[in-house]
């Protein structure tokens, strides 16, 4: 091979790892599925089927990652790790995060400079309305509304 050959290959080699390599990792961030409680209270089970023993009951708007499917039973993950099989039929697709921090303030606008108009605290479920450079309106089940930093909350 001549040396303008070779490096030419070397370089088309290059272009083509690289490319696989970004494929696969867009491929990974698109296959992350979220859903959320969409029924007054559910049930969170060991297993597939309504024969499991209940680990958790989990109400509305709770934000759930899928990590696996078996029919129509969907395997989840909640923001504390723990893991446990839903029946797709009772989750939706309506964007919830969950307070992952001791308490969070609530802002009026997407900055810390924005007045405090309320406070959240661990485990409280907040509904998606906006998302503004790494700030996130909320909505809370009483009405309240404002601005979280994204980085306290988990979910969608």
Not at 55 to 60: A, Q, V
């Amino acid at each position: 091979m001549s040396r303008i050959s070779h490096r030419n290959f070397k370089l088309c080699l290059t272009l083509i790892l690289a490319s696989c390599l970004l494929i696969g990792t867009a491929t990974a961030a698109q296959a992350i599925r979220m859903v959320s409680v969409d029924r007054p209270k559910i049930n969170m089970r060991s297993g597939p089927g309504t024969n499991h023993p209940i680990l958790w009951e989990l109400g509305r708007g709770y934000p759930l990652m899928v990590i696996g499917t078996q029919g129509s039973w969907l395997k989840v993950r909640d923001f504390e790790n723990d893991e446990g099989w839903v029946y797709q039929p009772l989750v939706g697709r309506k964007a919830h995060l969950v307070v992952k921090a001791r308490i969070v303030n609530i802002r009026s606008g997407p900055g810390t400079r924005y007045r405090v108009v309320g406070q959240a605290k661990y485990g409280v479920v907040l509904q998606t309305q906006e998302r503004r450079s790494g700030w996130v309106k909320v909505k809370h089940e009483n009405g309240l509304s404002g601005w979280v930093a994204r980085d306290l909350l988990w979910g969608w």
